[in-house]
């Protein structure tokens, strides 16, 4: 089993819709969850983090957390074509090792 | 001008060589990573380091090594024992254990 699983994608959403992007981890004690946006080509870059569980929103991006079903999600509102990347959920095991996902790829159409 | 620098950003390797990647952070930051990323996939931890003088493997280790003399330096040497090293290579850094990383701009590395 994967420790860290996403749906590889593609998700494709028209634009103005909203993309919900979805992670499992299998590490019951982990703490700290990220998801990284990544143009091809590019290093990731960090969208959000999110320790407890509930909703963490900033803009058009909520982050969703549910440590009982060891589920992170990432919902982007009114997405735009400049979302188009990988979203990669990566998380924090043991306090010191950041595992990733294969990552989701997102298209936003025009 | 804060960050973390990679170089060089791009690297050419002959078979048999070995070769080291440099990551250097201004940020005070205590915990460094490298990870690898082949083309379609996600990022695979080669070794981190929670402080200097320390590290770990993570979990395709084998082929390469690092060293942490320095907080802000955390280089890796891709070695021979490497078989398939072409590959985009990232290092990331963060403050304490349990927070953000933040990512370079990457190293690709080609063997010709």
């Known amino acids: 089993q994967k420790e860290v699983e996403q749906n590889s994608g593609p998700l494709s959403v028209p634009e103005g819709a909203i993309a919900s992007l979805n992670c499992t981890y299998s590490?019951?004690?982990?703490?700290?969850f990220f998801w990284y946006r990544q143009y091809s080509g590019k290093s990731p870059e960090l969208i959000m983090s999110i320790y407890s569980n509930g909703d963490k929103e900033d803009g058009r991006f909520t982050a969703q957390l549910n440590k009982a079903s060891q589920y992170v999600s990432l919902l982007i509102r009114d997405s735009q074509p400049s979302d188009s990347a990988t979203y990669l959920c990566?998380?924090?095991?043991?306090?010191?090792?950041?595992?990733f996902g294969t990552g989701t790829r997102l298209l936003v159409s025009p | 001008d804060g960050g973390i620098t990679q170089s060089p950003k791009y690297l050419f390797r002959k078979e048999g060589q070995n070769v080291t990647l440099s990551c250097e952070q201004n940020l005070n930051h205590d915990a460094m990573y490298w990870y690898r990323q082949d083309p379609g996939q996600g990022l695979r931890l080669i070794y981190y380091?929670?402080?200097?003088?320390?590290?770990q493997k993570g979990d395709i280790a084998e082929g390469y090594s690092v060293s942490r003399e320095k907080k802000e330096s955390f280089p890796l040497t891709v070695t021979s024992a490497q078989k398939n090293p072409t590959a985009f290579y990232l290092c990331?850094?963060?403050?304490?254990?349990?927070?953000?990383?933040?990512f370079g701009q990457g190293t690709r590395l080609t063997v010709v």
């Open positions: 380091s929670q402080i200097v003088n320390d590290f």
């Open positions: 590490d019951r004690g982990s703490q700290s």
């Open positions: 990331a850094s963060s403050i304490q254990r349990d927070t953000e990383a933040f």
């Open positions: 990566a998380v924090k095991e043991g306090f010191q090792k950041l595992v």
